[in-house]
């Protein structure tokens, strides 16, 4: 079996550098072929082509733009009246990952609206997110980019986050009825799921530090599991270093001198 393919997530690591294109260099400079990012708008994208051309390093996945961060927003792909803002950062992210050459789009839910209540609007929220996805699929295959979508843990990560479950989101998929609309999946997963990934990303629980730092999940294990079902795609590294980045990279140098 081929061994597993690892990219740095740089909303997470290398944060000791501050601008992204730092941050790419850095992630070259520890050994990563590639990096992701959740939202790199705030960056002129020829600075970050720069030092992706500099360094050979792959762009793998962005998020589609929040929205109003201040207003609470993450995401606007299930938000009912949004859906303008939606497709115009839709607009944004392809724009970026054109230049970027980033096959990948985490097209992101987005939150249930304040002072409604989930089983409420649950109906309406997931209408609007086929109605998006199935608009954004049509525009990504253009372009030969995969649009994901993430179910968040609303017990620990994000209550009021609107696509909650593996279940859920394998529902939506099968509604939206697109090859290039994929499921993307944060530290756990099941084998009947796997026919559905677009990416991956890990980090331990319940601390969110290093894969092999004090937690419930054995990567190992996990990492056994995605060889056998034949996952090919990049594993992103979202975490929140114990240390700095490169003193938590043990890990990963111990798994690729095992998977030789």
């Known amino acids: 079996m ?11 690591l290398f944060t000791e550098f501050p601008d992204f294109s730092q941050r790419i260099y850095a992630a070259a400079s520890a050994g990563f072929q590639a990096v992701e990012a959740a939202w790199l708008y705030d960056t002129d994208v020829s600075e970050l082509q720069r030092a992706r051309e500099a360094t050979g390093v792959e762009v793998v996945l962005i998020n589609t733009p929040p929205g109003d961060v201040k207003a609470g927003d993450l995401g606007l792909g299930a938000v009912p009246g949004r859906e303008t803002e939606f497709r115009q950062g839709l607009d944004v992210a392809l724009k970026y ?3 970027l050459s980033c ?36 525009i990504l295959s253009k372009e030969g980019i995969t649009g994901v979508i993430e179910p968040i843990n609303t017990r620990i990560t994000d209550p ?31 084998i009947w799921l796997c026919s559905f990934l677009g990416h991956v990303q890990i980090a ?12 419930e999940l054995n990567y190992s294990y996990l990492f056994n599991i995605l ?28 798994y690729c001198l095992h998977s030789k």
């Open 103 to 138: 096959k990948r789009i985490h097209l992101m839910a987005g939150r249930v609206p304040l002072g409604s209540h989930r089983t409420a609007v649950d109906k309406e929220m997931e209408a609007v997110f086929v109605q998006n996805l199935k608009y954004a699929a049509d």
């Open 97 to 99: 990952a054109r230049d």
């Open 204 to 215: 331990q629980v319940p601390g969110r530090n290093e894969p092999n730092s004090a937690g």
């Open 160 to 190: 009021r986050y609107f696509l909650d479950s593996p279940c859920q989101a394998a529902a939506i998929l099968e509604k939206v009825g697109k090859p290039n609309i994929k499921l993307q999946m944060v530290g756990v997963y099941e």
């Open 227 to 254: 060889q056998s079902c034949g996952y090919q795609g990049y594993i992103g590294c979202e975490y929140k270093p114990l240390g700095t980045t490169n003193e938590g990279l043990g890990w990963l140098k111990e």
């Open 2 to 12: 081929a061994p597993l393919k690892f990219c740095a997530n740089i909303s997470w």
